[in-house]
């Protein structure tokens, strides 16, 4: 099942997951002292994503002995440990395909202008998606706040996804292989919003009563 959280326009750093938690992926091709200036960065964007005592995991030949030292030091700032993957678990990765989209992540803030959420099931936020943030989900995508970022949800070709927002001002949704821009002018309406795929292409609806998209 992958996750990643991050800053966009920094793809050298990437958190993904794997049955074992989450696993750190690294640019080979980078130098070690840009690494963990990136990391740092990702780290800083992303307070409040990774609750204190995450274990991150790493393959055992990404660092050497200084190199993990250092990467030890900085993930026990914000309250993490890293732990080596010995090689019978390292390839252990679950593909996209073999995902499961009634998983949920669940977002508890705002995802703010910069921040990039993929995961491969569905996604909660329980707040905005702010202006220049991107939500991708493999499944649905629900926000309790107001979407003004770029949402899509069915990401691997879930034509039944949803996308549901207590205001939705996103630019562009996107539903599987669907996009769609939001009108110009935005009518206030009273109750959640919902997009889905209708006849071939993306509608958004008001729900009177809004249903859990994860039942």
């Known amino acids: 099942m992958q996750v990643k959280i991050g800053v966009m326009m920094n793809k050298d750093v990437v958190f993904k ?3 074992t938690g989450l696993q750190l992926v690294l ?3 980078v130098d070690f002292s840009d690494i963990l200036i990136q990391l740092r960065n ?3 964007s992303a307070i409040g994503f990774f609750g204190k005592g ?3 995991h790493v393959n055992s030949d990404v660092f050497n002995e200084q190199e993990q030292i250092e990467v030890e030091n ?3 700032q914000y309250g993490m440990t890293l ?3 010995s090689p019978q678990i390292e390839n252990y990765i679950i593909e996209p395909e073999q995902s499961m989209a009634d998983h949920v992540m669940v977002i508890e803030q705002t995802v703010r202008g910069g921040q990039e959420i993929i995961y491969d099931g569905s996604i909660l936020v329980k707040g905005n998606v702010n202006p220049g943030a991107q939500v991708i989900a493999g499944g649905n995508i629900e926000i309790e706040g107001t979407c003004r ?3 899509h949800a069915g990401a691997y070709g879930d034509m039944n996804a949803m996308i549901t927002a207590r205001r939705m001002r996103a630019l562009q949704i996107r539903i599987a ?3 769609a821009r939001a009108p110009d002018n935005f009518e206030e309406v009273d109750h959640p919003e919902c997009a889905r795929i209708k006849n071939g292409e993306i509608v958004i609806e008001s729900v009177k009563e809004q249903e859990d998209i994860y039942e």
Request: net charge negative; glycine share 8%; proline share 0%.
């Open 27 to 29: 640019n080979e091709n």
């Open 149 to 151: 970022g770029l949402v």
């Open 83 to 85: 732990e080596i993957l």
């Open 54 to 56: 995450t274990i991150i």
């Open 42 to 44: 990702k780290l800083e």
């Open 177 to 179: 292989s669907l996009a």
């Open 17 to 19: 997951g794997s049955r």
């Open 74 to 76: 900085l993930l026990s």
